[in-house]
């Protein structure tokens, strides 16, 4: 089973953000500065909090996890004022 | 040969072992290993105590500690952090994620992720037992240890673990009883209708509920496996295009600019087609993961696969190759995999042909399939399939619906080397990605794709893919082709033609591999599990039953039918 998961990270130290934002990207889709949708199984949500935790500082930076329930089969509306918010799906991708 | 040095035993092992015997010889002998939630978590959770690392810190002390004794309220507890002990005498060892002395006592911490069970004796059998192990192995090198400490994350709780009389012996009975069954060279059976399966990560690998369900019959399985995939493959064909690795992500870019990207998580497998290319980064990362790179030229021919380290399951290749070498074995597995085939190939006429296509038709496949179950020889057997093939493709074209297409189709039935009509065309190169797909399968399982049982091994032909591939030709391959030309998804503009060949542009090749994709993806119910799952998912069940039969475990292996 997948879950829609919004990441959003407030840190507080450059290097460390690129760190965070070039990790996260491996995990989901960048959304907006500082937010990504991640759509992951449970495993792949250990991983990413495993990393995570590796790479932060635990007393200045913080990273919230906003759970959106299960993706399977499921969608989810997320609306957009201005820019449009692209499509992502899990699937093969053939170039 | 002798074993004359014979492997240490993990205490982790023992542990699953005494929580499933299946469990502990399928990863400490067979080398299968599938992460899942739990264990991720696990790790993460372990991350701090696998630090080596040493301290000293205070602890209240109980007046249980010392009775009597005239103590300091507060006294140092020393501790070690991952600690790793073998002994060839118990033929153990163990990696203890922290040690505690406490003056002239000392125990083993063992970390568990989840919440203190309520339970007799404070914790399960097999962490109690993994604990002990510990602790012998502490006494062997000379330390006083007669109790361990399990101590649980998810409720930050502490259990203390007695060594006495019977968990000592249970313990040392239980490491014999593991070096035994994995020198037995036989897989323990699945337990029965356990609960402990439904959480334990080598369900899909173990399949314990579809292996008693085929050899004893009785209730349908329980749906263990997950019905659809999480990672997909990713196909470069666009001639030109590189792969990079950037972070976690696969980019591909034609020349400086980018067509697109996949994160690394997400693939299953690079499939490079024709003139592109992937850098080393791409190379080496994918092998890290495990995830294969599939080489074809652009038409589909199977040029090579890279992967990492072959597959730790010596004992199947084992029995695949003898298995190969018994001709009334591979008659016996031959004529399943061609009555497979000639079945659904009836089924796929019968449902998408209508009224174009004669009962006698239908008849003459039931009939070839009906021969073919009883054919005494390999060349009988081929003889009955060709029969099912001619009158099956005589009237495939009765199932396309797009002129020119139909009208354009051999009728008489396949041409190949080169195809010379579109359609043929098109089943020509979903063949060929077809059985890409399968030679990924069984390498993933653990089977050589190289040898078969039914298709000779000939030079750089994947043998056992083919055999595997049969009874799916119709429903995956055959039926896309129909389908993609039905929807209007491929058009006459797609292929190209010189000097009486036809092959796929680009373009074309791109939306047939995209209808492919889609068909694996599609869920069906298992015609006898019952469960829904995708293709894809059917494919390694499929070799994952071919394997439970070459290793004796059930009493055939009959390949999916649809009805």
Redo the contacts between chains.
Sequence with gaps: ??KLLIVTYDISNPKRLRKVF??M???GQHLQLSVFRCDL???????M??LL??LIHHDEDQILLIDLGAS?GRTHRVDSIGRVVPRER?????? | MPDLDPPLVPARMLNEFVYCPRLAILEWVDGEFAPNADTVEGAVRHASVDRPGYRVRLRQRTPSDDPGADQPARAPIEQIRSVELSDAGLGLIAKIDLVEIDRDRVQPVDTKKGKRPHVERGAYEPERVQVCAQGLLLRSHGYPCDSGILYFAGSNERVEVPFDDELVALTRSKLGELREAAGAGVLPPPLVDSPKCVRCSLAPICLPDETRFLRDAGSPPRQLLPAADHTFPLYVQQPGATVRKDGDLLVVFDKDEKLGEMRIREVSQLVLMGRVSATEAVYRELLRLGKPIVHLSSGGWLAGVTDGLPHANVRLRQEQYRTADDAAKCLRIARWIVVSKLTNQRVLLRRNGGDEIPESTIEGIRHAAQAAQRAETIDTLRGHEGNGGRLYFGHFAALLRQSPFRERFDLEGRNRRPPRDPVNGLLSFAYSMLSREWVTTCRTVGLDPFLGFYHAPRYGRPSLALDLMEAFRPICADSTVVRAINNGEIGPTDFVERMGSVNLTDGGRRKFLRSFEQRLAQEVVHPVFGYRLSYRRVFEVEARLLSRYLLGEIPTYEPMTTR
Excluded: S
């Excluded at chain 1, 199984?41 to 991983?47: C, L, P, V, Y």
């Excluded at chain 1, 899990?90 to 170039?95: D, K, V, W």
């Design positions: 089973m997948r070039k990790a990207k491996g995990f199984t449970d495993m792949e949500r250990f991983e909090i495993g935790q590796g399977d899990r699937e093969p991708r053939i170039f």
